[in-house]
């Protein structure tokens, strides 16, 4: 157990709906990150917050939003979601929110997202 | 373009012998390289980093080596098991020791039959 908690698991909707997912960090850690995984684009960095602010931006489309909220714990919102948009969400922490040895990620469980 | 590339197909190898992954990244230069294993639905578990400055990392049965001319990583498994079966993704920061924004190779499956 990573310490890293993500719900719901499983998420089935339409296209069109929006959805949040919603993650909880290890004690302590005061960064959280989101990637996205899909069969075809494998493993990919959407955003960081360290302690409530936004640090780091990748490929996050414009109907993704996230936040950090002041207990840490982060929330990663999908609008006008697409058949594209299935996918696994996963949600990592680490203690810092620069790259290094002392600042490695711990992932969650992940949620899955079926867009029907 | 930027790049980091894994075998991308799967490996078979008997119990007990040493399984060797690859990963090679272009266009990048990274202060650490990181292996996560993943299983199956499953999130990535972080097993070790290298950083640029060091040759190899061992950890128990494993070990990694970073050879930055060759922008290239090595992972090791000695004496593999049935358990060690899963998905072996290396992963980089490309912005050197910047922000926590990690890259990931498209992961190696690896399948130890007993």
């Known amino acids: 157990d990573s310490g890293v908690t993500q719900t719901p698991k499983h998420l089935i909707t339409a296209t069109g709906q929006r959805v949040t997912l919603r993650c909880s960090p290890r004690?302590?850690?005061?960064?959280v990150y989101w990637y996205q995984q899909s069969l075809d684009q494998g493993l990919q960095f959407l955003i960081q917050?360290?302690?409530?602010?936004?640090?780091a931006k990748g490929n996050i489309l414009e109907r993704f939003s996230a936040q950090q909220f002041p207990d840490l714990h982060s929330e990663l919102n999908l609008s006008s979601l697409e058949l594209g948009d299935s996918a696994l969400y996963f949600c990592?922490?680490?203690?810092?929110?620069?790259?290094?040895?002392?600042?490695?990620?711990?992932f969650g469980a992940g949620t899955r997202l079926s867009v029907l | 373009s930027q790049k980091i590339e894994q075998n991308s197909e799967a490996l078979n190898i008997q119990e007990g012998k040493t399984a060797t992954l690859t990963c090679n990244y272009t266009?990048?230069?990274?202060?650490?390289l990181q292996w996560y294993r993943q299983d199956p639905g499953r999130g990535p578990v972080f097993l070790l980093l290298?950083?640029?400055?060091?040759k190899e990392k061992r950890k128990e049965r494993l070990k990694v080596t970073f050879d930055t001319t060759l922008k290239q990583s090595l992972f090791h498994i000695t004496a593999s098991q049935p358990a060690d079966s899963a998905t072996y993704l290396c992963?980089?920061?490309?912005?050197?020791?910047?922000?926590?924004?990690?890259?990931f190779g498209a992961g190696t499956r690896l399948a130890v039959h007993p």
């Open positions: 290298i950083r640029e400055n060091e």
């Open positions: 004690s302590g850690d005061l960064s």
């Open positions: 992963a980089l920061d490309p912005s050197s020791g910047g922000y926590n924004k990690l890259i």
């Open positions: 990592a922490s680490s203690v810092g929110s620069k790259a290094g040895a002392k600042n490695i990620q711990y």
């Open positions: 266009n990048y230069s990274p202060a650490y």
């Open positions: 917050y360290y302690n409530g602010e936004e640090r």
